[in-house]
């Protein structure tokens, strides 16, 4: 049987956890988070995520954490890897696991998750922050070993101007990958058919930057396009976690309007 390995994107639905430069840090754990879970399958990995779309558990932060927790407890996960974005002066990468290190476990796969993710980080120019160990909800909560890993600082610009770009985040997911599957003893030179990660996969019909992961989107993006509501940059890129201005709102919101009353006969 495959071994059980839970990616938790930190925060999503009202709780967007760290915010700037335009991004929102629910967006980013995310799309890391899918593309991770892409990666990891291609080593035959059984991969659940905490959450597949823009929502929490729960509202109430505690009650949130500790469901987050009793996902992976339920699965009876091999590894929980929990993605955040940081914030609040500084650059860069740092990795936790659970104070005390009652886990001996967790501290052997950090070494090894720690590596992987601090190279591609460095590869990029922005520094490695170092292993950590804090008294974090959803370490204490998880029966299993666990890491929680800060990707980069959003309010940031450098690391920000990173975090929205496609390659960066295919390339830190692909190292979450494979520092998971090391640390996990599955790691095994990559299937055959696994596309580079500078070519992600295509989803979409019309766009290049719907990507594996984004499944349960592509379809509604697909439509939008095709009744003429929301169309990408007209360079086959929807952008899919840009935000998006009162104006393109109210652009958007028309054309859906319009194409009701078309329907209608009206
Ligand atoms: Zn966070």
């Not at 495959?2 to 840090?25: F, T």
């Not at 990173?162 to 830190?172: A, E, G, M, W």
């Not at 055959?192 to 509604?220: F, L, R």
Request: charged share 25%; glycine share 10%; net charge neutral.
């Amino acid at each position: 049987m495959a071994k059980v390995i839970v990616i938790d994107p930190g925060h999503g639905g009202l709780d967007p956890g760290a915010v700037g430069n335009g991004l929102q840090e629910k967006d980013v754990t995310l799309a890391i988070a899918q593309r991770a879970s892409y990666f990891l399958r291609q080593y035959g990995a059984d991969v659940r995520l905490t959450r597949a779309g823009d929502r929490t558990f729960s509202t109430d932060k505690h009650a949130d954490l500790n469901a987050r927790a009793e996902f992976a407890n339920n699965a009876q996960a091999a590894y929980f890897v929990s993605i955040h974005i940081n914030a609040g002066g500084g650059s860069g990468f740092e990795s936790y696991v659970m104070t005390g290190m009652a886990d001996e476990e967790a501290g052997r796969r950090q070494n090894i998750m720690h590596r992987e993710v601090a190279e591609a980080f460095e590869k990029a120019g922005l520094p490695d922050r170092g292993k950590k160990t804090a008294n974090f909800a959803v370490l204490r909560l998880t029966n299993m070993p666990a890491i929680l890993l800060e990707c980069g600082f959003i309010d940031r610009d450098e690391d920000a101007t990173l975090l929205r770009n496609r390659t960066f985040i295919d390339s830190i997911a692909e190292a979450i990958a494979r520092g998971a599957a090391k640390a996990m003893g599955i790691f095994s030179s990559p299937l055959v058919d696994n596309p580079s990660p500078n070519q992600p996969q295509v989803i979409s019909k019309y766009y290049k930057d719907i990507t594996p992961g984004m499944e349960w989107a592509a379809a509604s993006v697909d439509k939008l396009f095709e009744r003429g509501i929301m169309r990408g940059d007209g360079q086959g890129n929807f952008r899919p976690f840009d935000k998006m201005t009162r104006l393109e709102a109210a652009v958007a919101l028309n054309h859906a309007i319009e194409y009701v009353l078309k329907q209608l006969g009206r």
